[in-house]
């Protein structure tokens, strides 16, 4: 998705207004030989603070409290956790731009809440200047130069509530070797988890929730081992996109692989009015190539389950959609490539659709497809006003478990042991239950 010029505007006035540089607080570091244990604020007043103190290795374990700062971790193999996730709040106040910076490879975030920033709650990214991580893309700012940025490499995202975010709630961008894991995003004004631009990306994202956000999941040129494995993304405006981007790296988007997922009931008008104006969507693939989509349960998504389609001058060619439910919306499955980009070889075998479509199964969609036309999406609402999230579970052992840094991930998932997902997969920790 496209960052607003206004949304640009208050970020550049909230870096001028906060800054996000290393605290100038001291932080005492235990002296130890090995790893060590840096607690806040028993030993530095700041997160920040402990963070700059820390050396590879270390652990930043943080007490209960709002914290009204941008974390910035640029030292290798850090590990940033909370001792309590609901309790240990990084608030942007809606006047910073980013709740957590990471720059630095191997690095851990875990069992922590960040909320109320103008754009991203968590930012993962190899791209960064003289203030700090860079997100970018293909509205107003400049294109990834992935040679002279390499990607940064390996990371973890881990038991996080983001919450009322003004862009992204978490977002790993120019970054491979990662897991975004046991998540909650909630209230962002674009998507809740985005992956952008990385090839390949060697990420897993699973076991997340995903509602009230404009998208749940979104990936955009983000090909390649890109597996997206058991989470529940319900009650967006659009549940989940992958999708190319003719103007930004890596493209077109391929190879990524979505299974296992609950796509359910994202046609929630509490939630922030973004997605291009798309509502009632659950699945969109646009401008894609060779994705595999697969025992998903797409379901009560009002509008449409599953939308193959062009991405500007891109064809979707080559995706297969097989072993899925897809049921509850007003079309299941709808083939919109343009006369333009024309698509080709995007099979659909052995799902199970209500209303049953007999022309869909065992189909391969090909050529123009026929338009659709989007009703009009209710007026949604500010991203700061979307509820507040529910319950999350913890980290175990938060306050006594040693540092992990982000090392040989993700691993490949067994994902011939996903099933399709009941109901209520994860519903212990979602607000909207449809």
Known sequence: MRQTAAVAAASLLAGLLAGCGPSDAQAVRPDVAGPATIRVPEQAPTIQAAVDAARSGDLVLVAPGVYHETVQIRTPDVVLRGTQ????????????????????????????????????????????????????????????????????????????????????????????????????????????????????????????????????????????????????????????????????AFVPQEDAVIVGNLVAGNGEPTSPAQADGAFGLGVGLAGSARNLVARNRITANPVVGLVIGSAEDLAPVDNRVQGNVITGAATAVAYTASSRAPGSGNCLRDNTVEPAAPELSGACLSGPGAPFTQPTAPPGVPFTQVPAPPAQPELPDAASAPAQPAHGLPGTPDLDAVPVPANDLLVDRAAVRP
């Open 85 to 248: 996730r609901a309790g240990v709040v990084i608030d942007g106040e809606v006047r910073r731009a980013n709740g957590v910076v990471v720059t630095a490879p191997g690095v851990a975030v875990e069992n922590l809440t960040v909320r109320n920033n103008t754009l991203n709650g968590v930012l993962v990214t190899g791209l960064s200047d003289q203030s700090g991580g860079v997100a970018r893309g293909s509205a107003g700012y400049q294109r990834l130069d992935p040679a002279s940025h390499p990607p940064l490499q390996g990371f973890r995202v881990s038991y996080v509530t983001a919450s009322n975010n003004g862009l992204y709630g978490i977002y790993a961008f120019d970054a491979q070797h990662g897991v975004i894991e046991h998540s909650y995003a909630s209230g962002s004004a674009d998507s809740g988890i985005y992956v952008g631009q990385c090839k390949p990306c060697d990420i897993l994202v699973r076991d997340n929730v995903a509602e009230r956000n404009a998208v749940g999941y979104e990936g955009t040129n983000a090909s390649g081992s890109m597996y997206v494995v058991g989470n529940r993304f319900s009650g967006n405006r659009v549940g989940l996109t992958s999708n190319s981007d003719y103007q930004e």
